[in-house]
């Protein structure tokens, strides 16, 4: 079953750093050495790609050498980055976060982005020019406009990371409970929904659970959240944060939207490091059409347990 997450998010041109296959070495090549990033930290790079083929080896160059925590394999991280696609002599730009917001990378990248960014420290502005067998191999991705020859380009700007278990760091005020379903949970590990009898509410409800005492979330920032999902019907968990073992990032009130209008209207204004209780019912969660992949029906009301950790504003925020 598709999971959740990738109906909650509708990503940017994102994939492209999405999973690949096959193993990586790290190896300096000229033309790929030519390749040149210039510019701040923070800002879009300058990148320079000579008219020419690209080579066949990996090519990884620390533009800017961060001090922060060094990147585990496969953790989640905040980051802005370019992605350009080499063609034999010509090159062009597909995808740049820096005149939005930036984007949580979690689990397996390409094989050359991982080799290129693994215990590389976070503050780094690392340059990455990765041939197809580091890349999406010979198939390409269609979906991306990659063939099976292209060279991927990549600068990244490391911002910081979050860890598995991140979880809200407030103060508790609440378990739900009553005619809202009750919530349990453990300091570090997913809670746990148990959903009453009753008849769900027809309007959305937020409801906090702790208390954050980080600044209050605002439209067009980009929001990292730990999440559960239970539908009410079926009392069951359909979808859960904690058990990809990364957070979900997604701009609020983005256009087109990223999330389901009840995250859109709820979490605004939510502290930074609060958990609250969101309760979905249709008109604000995926319509009368419902979400068929993850059982979800046009009637269905769903539940969702949200920690915020962290807001950062983009381009388009104030």
Not at 140 to 160: A, C, E, R, S, Y
Request: charged share 10%; proline share 7%; with cysteine.
């Amino acid at each position: 079953m598709r999971r959740i997450g990738a109906a909650l998010l509708v990503p940017l041109a994102a994939a492209v750093v999405l999973a690949g296959c096959g193993s990586s070495s790290a190896a300096p090549s000229s033309p790929n050495a030519s390749v040149m990033a210039t510019g701040g930290f923070g800002k879009a790079p300058t990148v320079k790609i000579p008219a020419t083929k690209a080579g066949t080896n990996l090519f990884v160059k620390t533009e800017v050498q961060g001090n922060g925590q060094k990147l585990a394999k496969n953790e989640a991280f905040l980051s802005n980055y370019t992605v350009y696609i080499w063609s034999g002599k010509t090159h062009k730009l597909v995808l740049s976060t820096y005149t939005h917001t930036p984007q949580v990378l979690s689990g397996t990248l390409l094989p050359g982005l991982q080799t290129a960014l693994t215990g590389k420290k976070m503050g780094s502005r690392v340059l990455a020019v990765l041939p197809p067998k580091y890349g999406y191999g010979s198939t390409g991705n269609t979906q991306v406009g990659v063939t099976g020859t292209d060279t991927l380009v990549f600068v990244v700007d490391m911002i910081k990371t979050y860890s598995a278990t991140a979880s809200a760091s407030g103060t508790q005020v609440s378990n739900g409970g009553g005619t809202l379903p009750t919530v349990t949970a453990t300091p570090g590990k997913a809670p746990t929904i148990k959903v009453p009898a009753s008849t769900p509410p027809t309007s959305l409800v937020v409801k906090t659970l702790i208390k954050g005492s980080g600044p209050p979330v605002s439209k067009h920032q980009y929001v990292v959240t730990q999440y559960v999902a239970v539908n009410w019907r079926t009392k069951a968990v359909f979808d859960s944060s904690w058990s990809r073992g990364a957070p979900l990032g997604f701009e609020i009130d983005a256009s087109p939207a990223q999330i389901i209008p009840g995250w859109d209207t709820g979490l605004v204004g939510v502290p930074v490091g609060s958990r609250v209780m969101l309760v979905v019912p249709p008109k604000d969660g995926y319509g009368s059409a419902g979400e068929s992949q993850a059982g979800i029906k046009g009637t269905d009301t769903l539940v969702f347990v949200v920690d915020v950790i962290d807001a950062v504003n983009g381009s388009s925020s104030s």
